[in-house]
T-cell receptor
Framework: DAGVIQSPRHEVTEMGQEVTLRCKPISGHNSLFWYRQTMMRGLELLIYFNNNVPIDDSGMPEDRFSAKMPNASFSTLKIQPSEPRDSAVYFC?????????FGPGTRLTVT | GESVGLHLPTLSVQEGDNSIINCAYSNSASDYFIWYKQESGKGPQFIIDIRSNMDKRQGQRVTVLLNKTVKHLSLQIAATQPGDSAVYFCAEMYGNKLVFGAGTILRVKS
């Protein structure tokens, strides 16, 4: 099993640009989570999906952030427009009956 | 301006000794707990979990203890090895939300 796959692994962009992060969960896992990790705030839950449906997006910082899960094998997290304070590592994770398995993360730098 | 990050507690242990990492969780309704290990540049890695109807669970070289009375979780690592050096997070789940603690840095001295 390849585990949770995220792309790109690194993204450097200028303030104001649109950023799209991608995630492929582990096959058969019915829940998908997006987290953000920073030195200031640690690991924060942004949004999670159950059976492709967004269940709780209360952690999404503001309207500039949006997430979709068009099918069971793909999700995106979009930031439009990006700002320097969005710089962080963004993790996608998927869940079977127990546990939560993380991808390698996307390190985003907004200059 | 200068940024202030989270100040993570650090546990330094000698190689071969046992390590105990502690965690206080916040929600008495949490019914499932997981310990994660995160190495530099990698995502959190699942170590061991425990449901709230148990107070102890053992894995390979690791044991998790749960004390619901005081909302306390601990991770014991036996015969700590240099490869155990990492940041360790406890996480509590209520509903379908997994919420992470701030983490503890484990440093293993050879």
């Amino acid at each position: 099993d390849a585990g949770v796959i995220q792309s790109p692994r690194h993204e450097v962009t200028e303030m104001g640009q649109e950023v799209t992060l991608r995630c492929k969960p582990i096959s058969g896992h019915n829940s998908l989570f997006w987290y953000r990790q920073t030195m200031m705030r640690g690991l924060e839950l942004l949004i999670y999906f159950n059976n492709n449906v967004p269940i709780d997006d209360s952690g999404m910082p503001e309207d500039r952030f949006s997430a979709k899960m068009p099918n069971a094998s793909f999700s995106t997290l979009k930031i439009q427009p990006s700002e320097p304070r969005d710089s962080a590592v963004y993790f996608c994770a998927s869940r079977p009956d127990r546990g939560l398995y993380f991808g390698p993360g996307t390190r985003l730098t907004v200059t | 301006g200068e940024s202030v990050g989270l100040h993570l507690p650090t546990l330094s242990v000698q190689e071969g000794d046992n390590s105990i990492i502690n965690c206080a969780y916040s929600n008495s309704a949490s019914d499932y707990f997981i310990w994660y290990k995160q190495e530099s540049g990698k995502g959190p890695q699942f170590i061991i979990d425990i449901r709230s109807n148990m107070d102890k669970r053992q894995g390979q070289r690791v044991t998790v203890l749960l004390n619901k009375t005081v909302k306390h979780l601990s991770l014991q690592i036996a015969a700590t090895q240099p490869g155990d050096s990492a940041v360790y997070f406890c996480a509590e789940m209520y509903g379908n939300k997994l919420v992470f603690g701030a983490g503890t840095i484990l440093r293993v001295k050879s």
